[in-house]
């Protein structure tokens, strides 16, 4: 045992098989002892999977290193420390939030790349009417792959990936609230990754990402359950997730730290983090629900048996809905951190961008059922729909106003991080501006489900949360690593991202509105011609990733060693050498003012150097400084 | 910083009055009009399109504007190279949030409110039409002229009279599917259990891309086309739509149940 324990996923998926088969064999032995032997009937996918996976998952986490780091002392023993060190942390168990920060990263990208490449396919069946690549099944497999896979990537990315990295470093902090739970919540995921892909290879399940019954429920694929099981698996991964922020931004925040003085990016977190924690249930609710029509026979979604196939997706989207605000809060937070840092400007109007991130908290719950003017519910909730999903605009448009109000009359430094910002405002301002017509009834009940909302979202979702995913990962990746990327491949990077966005997006408008709908392998060839150019876009997007991988692979590996500070940011987690030592800080920096204080000589974030870092980092002898 | 305001205001002009002027000159987007209330959701889109273009342009000024006049040679220099420390604590962010939640409330009445008004006012019709959907197909039931029953999968084709205000009620026999007319603009879900509603005044027949004929097989817009995602098939579940005139639908109904009573 103890040679398998120095590979803590190998362990893992050992356990974790082990655990699956236990699970499997009982349900099995249940099912003969019930039914009699002669049935022969002691497997059934959705049965076996349903209770066979949670024992297989348990199996997982022990194996990993859940037992040893945490579950022996809930039995009296004595748990291990976290004594790895080098590379080999990031593929076991650790507390560390700056290696659970990378272990996000690095898995939701290698996720994201995967759903990319599963896009490609995709596009290329679209490159013209009738059918090419694929059949209808192996397309509805294809597209509805991609839907949740990019989901889980923008719903978890920023927040796991950046906000475990960089958020302790920004309040001051050693580490997060709950390490050990930080870590369960990361090692929760490959099982997630994993049963998405063994469904595809199943055979894949039909009904997208929102999964909705009936058909979820009378479809004979076995996919859809391990699709059910997974998203359910990541909805604690959420939940956990949004606890721990939540728990740190209250508890751990350094002295002098006031809610007044935090970053932008740690309010984005928590506003985001709030909502997780509030709605996530609501989904994992529906989706077992599903299982339980599935599994027991039960019929909550079944109108023949007394269910309403409405009543999904009135749970469906009281978390969806609130779910693209969890994708996008933290990039609200993102952007306008690095638009203070690199316009060299306080962020425009604070108070009243943290009012328009709470503004949206509020109003993230009460407008879910714009999705569903065309779905039959009753007409008089549409006005009341419409109304309240208008008023989202109002919280947003004061991000806006905290946008360019920061860039007037800065000092724009128009680095890549600095060109993905903007481009965030340029794509995120398409996509709000076309949402108004999908909230408004009359024009959404001709745009709905056509490719004007595939446009839509993309514009929101990838021109604005995947644009400032790539604004983080540039301006992060010298704390990180240490590392310095290439400019210049990164510049690359962001002209062929932008414009290729702009080639796939913006005809994607026009086709559905004039006719296409979404979700479809085949389409009436006159829309030939739209398609064939979106696709030929489509691949000019998807190279620009070839230079953004190799950038940041080879950068990672011998790119120039990056200073503490390369972006002479007056934040705290650049007044620590790159990358952060263990435990940040040796001493818990005092926080004496705001955190962009540019153009006040007078004025300071921490009161004295911290850390190390302090000559060359933060200059003038002032190492928290603020450009004094 | 006067100069700035002028320079910014200048561009901005000039962005909405360009973008107002493409929605109006060039873009084109809309398919055929086959309903009276296609004017109505058309109408909504075009003025959002209005509206929305003088907002964008506000963004896209601030960043042309401010990358031409502000950009930075290089790596910033401590201290020296900062902008001026303007926080915006003073009167503008109130006037912001004032002129967009006064935006946002002119939209959401007009064309919000006021049109969703007019979309629901009429719920009277001349006849009713039942749509079924059964994965995946269509099935078309006339209750109002002598019980003829349509098949997408048979290869029908949903033959509906000119100017006429038809009720479709709408079921689905298994999942969800959606019923859509792009012609027609609104679609309404197929849902187990209920009966949904959509009313529609048919005004197609005509000739709708000016080529002197009316040629509904060269118009895709002309087709029911399954709108919610309905698994393996979705994508075929389309059946064709043909608008005639009054006296033809009838002379249509003659023949369906003539051909009706041969096969029976």
């Not at chain 1, 939940?239 to 508890?251: D, K, S, W």
């Not at chain 2, 959701?41 to 000024?61: C, K, L």
Request: charged share 15%.
């Amino acid at each position: 045992m103890t040679g398998v324990a120095r590979f803590p996923i190998v362990q893992g998926l050992v356990f974790g098989i082990i655990g699956f088969l236990i699970g499997a064999a009982g349900t099995g032995f249940v099912r003969v002892a019930l039914l009699g032997r002669d049935s022969g009937d002691w497997w059934s996918t959705d049965l076996s999977w349903t209770i066979a996976y949670p024992v297989g998952l348990i199996g997982w986490l022990i194996g990993v290193g859940g037992w040893r780091y945490w579950g022996r002392e809930w039995f009296g023993g004595e748990v291990d420390q976290f004594a790895e060190t080098g590379w080999k942390r990031y593929f076991g168990f650790s507390g560390d939030h700056k290696v659970i920060g990378i272990q996000y990263v690095v898995t939701f990208t290698l996720l994201f790349l995967l759903s990319g490449l599963t896009v490609m396919l995709v596009r290329y069946e679209l490159a013209q009417s009738g059918l090419q690549l694929f059949n209808n099944d192996t397309y509805n497999a294809a597209m509805s792959f991609h839907g949740i896979t990019m989901v889980a990537v923008a719903v978890a990315i920023l927040a796991g990936g950046f906000g475990n990295y960089v958020l302790p470093l920004q309040i001051g902090a050693r580490d997060m609230a709950f390490p050990r739970l930080n870590a369960l919540t990361f090692w929760l995921v490959p099982p997630v990754a994993i049963l998405l892909v063994t469904a595809v290879l199943m055979g894949g399940w039909e009904t997208g990402w929102s999964a909705y019954p009936p058909l979820s429920t009378l479809q004979t694929k076995p996919g859809q359950v391990l699709f059910n099981l997974a998203v359910i698996t990541f909805g604690l991964v959420s939940i956990l997730g949004a606890i721990n922020f939540l728990v740190t931004i209250v508890y751990e925040r350094a002295p002098g730290m006031t809610w007044g003085r935090l970053p932008i990016f740690v309010w984005g977190i928590f506003a985001a983090s709030l909502i997780a924690f509030f709605f996530t249930q609501a989904f994992a609710a529906g989706l077992a629900m599903i299982l339980f029509d599935r599994v027991l026979g039960t019929s909550f979604f079944n109108s023949a048996g007394g269910g309403s196939a409405l009543l999904y997706e009135h749970v469906f989207w009281f978390y969806s809905h609130p779910a693209v605000y969890v994708m996008v809060l933290p990039a609200f937070g993102l952007i306008l951190e690095i638009l203070s840092h690199l316009s060299r400007k306080p962020l425009f109007a604070y108070k009243w961008a943290v009012g328009g991130m709470i503004g949206i908290v509020a109003l993230s719950g009460l407008v879910w059922a714009h999705h569903m003017f065309t779905s039959g519910m009753e007409n008089y909730l549409h006005a009341p729909f419409l109304v309240l999903t208008e008023l989202i605009s109002i919280p947003t448009g004061l991000i806006f106003l905290a946008a360019i109000g920061t860039i007037w009359a800065g000092r724009l430094w128009l680095n890549v991080p600095m060109l993905f910002a903007l481009g965030f405002l340029f794509n995120f301002m398409m996509g709000g501006i076309t949402g108004i017509y999908l909230a408004d009834v009359p024009t959404d009940v001709f745009l709905h489900d056509t490719y004007f909302v595939v446009a839509h979202f993309h514009y929101t979702i990838m021109g604005g949360e995947i644009f400032a995913l790539m604004a983080a990962t540039y301006f992060w990746f010298p704390k990180m690593t240490g590392r310095m990327f290439n400019e210049r491949l990164g510049q690359i990077h962001f002209w062929m991202m932008f414009i290729g966005f702009q080639l796939v997006f913006l005809p994607m408008f026009d086709v559905g509105i004039k006719g296409m709908n979404r979700r479809v392998a085949d389409f009436p060839s006159a829309y030939d011609d739209f398609n064939l150019f979106i696709t030929a876009s489509a691949f000019f997007l998807g190279a620009s990733f070839i230079p953004f991988t190799w950038n940041l692979v080879i950068s990672w590996i011998r790119g120039p060693i990056a200073e503490a500070n390369p972006w002479r940011a007056t934040t705290l987690e650049w007044q620590v050498p790159s990358p952060p030592p263990e435990h940040n800080f040796p001493e818990i920096p005092e926080v004496v003012g705001p955190p962009y204080p540019y153009g006040q000589p007078e004025v300071r974030h921490v009161s004295g150097p911290v850390g190390t870092a302090g000559a060359p980092a933060g200059g003038g002898g002032g190492g928290g400084g603020g450009g004094g | 910083m006067r100069r700035d305001f002028t320079w910014a205001a200048v561009i901005w002009v000039i962005v909405s009055v360009v973008s107002v002027a493409v929605a109006v000159f060039i873009m084109d987007p809309f398919p055929a009009v086959g309903a009276e209330e296609a004017g109505l959701i058309d109408d909504a889109f075009m003025v959002m399109t209005y509206m929305g273009a003088p907002v964008f342009a506000i963004v896209i000024a601030v960043l042309i504007y401010g990358v031409w006049k502000w950009r930075a040679s290089g790596a910033p220099e401590e201290g020296v190279d900062d902008g001026p420390p303007i926080l915006g604590t003073n009167w503008f962010p109130k006037a912001w949030f004032v002129v967009t939640a006064g935006l946002a409330v002119v939209v959401m009445i007009y064309p919000g409110l006021t049109g969703l008004a007019e979309l629901r006012e009429d719920d009277t019709a001349e006849m009713r039409i039942e749509v079924t959907g059964l994965s995946w197909q269509w099935l078309v039931h006339y209750p109002d002229s002598e019980g003829i029953r349509l098949s997408s999968a048979g290869g029908d084709e949903l033959v509906l009279p000119n100017d006429t205000r038809i009720q479709f009620d709408v079921l689905a026999l298994d999942i969800l599917h959606s019923f859509w007319i792009p012609a027609f603009r609104q679609k309404i879900d197929a849902v187990p259990g209920q009966t949904t509603t959509m009313y529609t005044t048919v005004t197609g027949a005509g000739d709708a891309d000016g080529d002197g004929d009316f040629d509904y097989q060269d118009d895709v817009a002309y087709r029911i086309q399954c709108a919610e995602l309905c698994g393996l098939n979705h994508t075929d579940m389309a059946m064709n739509v043909r608008i005639v005139e009054r006296e033809e639908f009838d002379e249509w109904v003659t023949s369906q149940t003539a051909s009706a009573a041969k096969v029976r």
